[in-house]
């Protein structure tokens, strides 16, 4: 039986969605793996639009499911559909949209509030006992809504997201770009990607880890 | 010295942009091989929005450069700004955006306009003894805008396109997924890409060789 691994997207751009390398490093990997990745998105608008030559906001409404279907070729599902028990795996790359769209982490700090359908589905993949994977800054998402089964996830070096996930009731864990954690109870493994970079092939070391690893832990 | 090389996007997302896994896969073979990839894009409004969800267009108006930073994490430049002296060799993904935007090939077929400030540097590569190399739809582009010097392009087994290739005065040459095909006269290196398909693990292969190609020709 071929895997099914749901990869949680939040919009198309590393500063108002899914960081793009990160999510198309994560599809490369399951692909190479033999196992089908089934990319899903939340119907929402997003946080922001933001001018990635400039940085800031262009003041331009975009939703994050059809954004989404960017990375994913037109094929992805609204994660309002998606139960636990359709996907063997679930695994979230980073990019702000994690902290803007699936959460308002980049808003709120350790008191964010998850996305609804977000919440439901990591509540229900981890109740089901099935591996979860976290690039980037989305460990911020699992820290925040797994917080009472404390979560160990790595975040890279910074100070002020690392103090945040304590304050989260989860456990920062120290980690190279080139390397994942493995929470073996949660069943969690997580990698920095470009919260640490450099570049496009440091960071798809890390996550060829972790998708194999994520993989490895299916049942 | 570290090898330059030009990364000529079209926009973000494959209906009317560059198609994202493949300039993904541009970037991750690039930064392997030990280059350097300087990512450039004509500063245009797009000729179409579409959603990728539906498939239809969303009416509204996106810029080329600006959607391209998406791709390039903000780091873009506009293609009016970039002189072949300063690259060893240009790479174009492929993606709809490169026959609706670096060219109206998407309308306009054999009778084809290249984007002036992309004529200009394709001219300038060529001129030099640069090598290009050209993924997916975007030899069609290189076909058009060198027609002169009787490209030998891939388009993978698309009968129409093909057909509108030999029209403009190029020699289209089958090629699986897999494979790339090496126009020596002309350095130019092509290869199918989501022409073919089926897969970005597929896709991947392709893309790899042709970079790796692509940085073999350069002086």
Same mark, same amino acid.
């Given at each position: 039986m071929t895997k099914r691994?749901? &990869? /949680?997207?939040?919009?198309?751009?590393?500063?108002? $969605?899914?960081?793009?390398?990160? +999510?198309?490093?994560?599809?490369?990997a399951i692909d190479r793996a033999g196992?089908?990745?089934?990319c899903l998105a939340p119907d929402m608008v997003q946080m922001h639009v933001i001018d990635h030559l400039t940085g800031k906001e262009s003041g331009e409404r975009r939703n &994050? /499911?059809?954004?989404?279907?960017?990375?994913?070729? $037109?094929?992805?599902?609204?994660? +309002?559909?998606?139960?636990?028990?359709?996907?063997?795996?679930?695994?979230?790359?980073?990019?702000f949209g994690a902290a803007k769209n699936l959460s308002d982490?980049?808003?709120?700090?350790?008191?964010?509030?998850?996305?609804?359908?977000?919440?439901?589905? /990591?509540?229900?993949?981890?109740a089901?006992?099935?591996?979860?994977?976290?690039?980037?800054?989305?460990?911020?998402?699992?820290?925040r809504a797994l917080s009472s089964r404390q979560p160990e996830v790595t975040i890279g070096n910074d100070a002020a997201t690392a103090e945040a996930i304590v304050r989260m009731g989860a456990m920062h864990r120290s980690c190279s770009v080139e390397t994942i954690h493995v929470d073996r109870r949660?069943?969690?493994?997580?990698?920095p990607a470009y919260m640490l970079g450099?570049?496009?092939?440091?960071?798809?070391?890390?996550?060829?880890?972790?998708v194999n690893q994520v993989l490895a832990m299916c049942a």
């Open positions: 691994v749901g &990869v /949680l997207l939040s919009g198309c751009g590393v500063y108002d $969605g899914s960081e793009i390398h990160e +999510a198309v490093l994560t599809l490369l196992a089908r990745a089934i &994050v /499911l059809v954004e989404s279907a960017r990375i994913a070729r $037109g094929e992805v599902l609204d994660a +309002a559909t998606v139960k636990a028990s359709e996907l063997d795996a679930l695994i979230l790359p980073g990019g982490f980049a808003v709120k700090g350790s008191d964010a509030h998850i996305q609804s359908d977000v919440g439901r589905l /990591l509540q229900e993949m981890a089901a006992g099935k591996p979860i994977g976290a690039i980037c800054i989305s460990p911020v998402v699992v820290a949660n069943r969690l493994v997580s990698t450099p570049g496009i092939k440091d960071v798809a070391v890390g996550i060829e880890k972790l």
